[in-house]
């Protein structure tokens, strides 16, 4: 099976202070990832997918890739109490079910006022 | 825009009954999945449908049954449901298998 790893949390941050969520897997292959932030009691929503190497900025948030050592991670600059929520990695595999997204188990952060 | 819709919310049920949950999207994708997501386990893929008239097995098929209806709708069957497959159920649609996926709300199911 192969696998895709995050720090189950919590993070806690204070307002207005960089929040750094991390995800490491095991494929190498890889080629898609994408990062979910659920709310408790909520589905996932979709919030950053990065596709090469490198940054990718959308507003607060910035995606990190790098394929050599298998790891994605999520900035979020100037983190507000509403960003409290869990962050999914996701990780496009060529498992038994064919190429698959492979969830992590979630990173909890809390962002304190 | 309603996106995926799943019904029911929440469902109470006792070991050994049978119950669908339902799944619908108007974003005219191909691809729909079934998920469940347990404490500490992350979202784990049930059944997939990669197209119309396609179904196959994710990580945790047992105990599950499928059916793509039509493009638009995906249902997940429990036959005789057991302790073990409480938990929060939540269905997804893309594009296609390597695209960003789009989530219902979920149905919060416990099995007595």
């Known amino acids: 099976q192969k696998e895709v790893e995050q720090n189950s949390g919590p993070l806690s941050v204070p307002e207005g202070a960089i929040a750094s969520l991390n995800c490491t897997y095991s494929?190498?292959?890889?080629?898609?990832f994408f990062w979910y932030r659920q709310y408790s009691g909520k589905s996932p929503e979709l919030i950053m997918s990065?596709?090469?190497?490198g940054d990718k900025e959308d507003g607060r948030f910035t995606a990190q890739l790098n394929k050599a050592s298998q790891y994605v991670s999520l900035l979020i600059r100037d983190s507000q109490p509403s960003d409290s929520a869990t962050y999914l990695c996701?990780?496009?595999?060529?498992?038994?079910?064919?190429?698959?997204?492979?969830f992590g188990g979630g990173t909890r952060l809390m962002v304190k006022p | 825009n309603a996106g995926v819709t799943q019904t029911p919310k929440f469902q109470v049920l006792k070991t050994g009954q049978s119950m669908t949950l339902q799944c619908a999207q108007d974003?005219?994708?191909?691809?729909m999945y079934w998920y469940r997501q347990d404490p500490g386990m992350g979202l784990r893929l049930i059944y997939y449908?990669?197209?119309?008239?396609?179904?196959d097995k994710g990580e945790v098929p047992n105990g599950y049954n499928v059916s793509r209806l039509n493009k638009r709708e995906f249902s997940l069957r429990l036959e005789s449901a057991a302790p073990s497959q409480t938990s929060v159920y939540f269905c997804?649609?893309?594009?296609?298998?390597?695209?960003?996926?789009?989530f219902g709300d979920g149905t919060r199911l416990s099995i007595l």
């Open positions: 996701a990780v496009l595999q060529n498992n038994n079910a064919g190429n698959m997204l492979t």
């Open positions: 974003m005219n994708h191909n691809s």
């Open positions: 997804a649609s893309s594009d296609s298998p390597g695209q960003p996926q789009h």
């Open positions: 449908s990669a197209s119309e008239g396609t179904t």
């Open positions: 494929d190498r292959v890889s080629q898609s």
């Open positions: 990065i596709y090469s190497n």
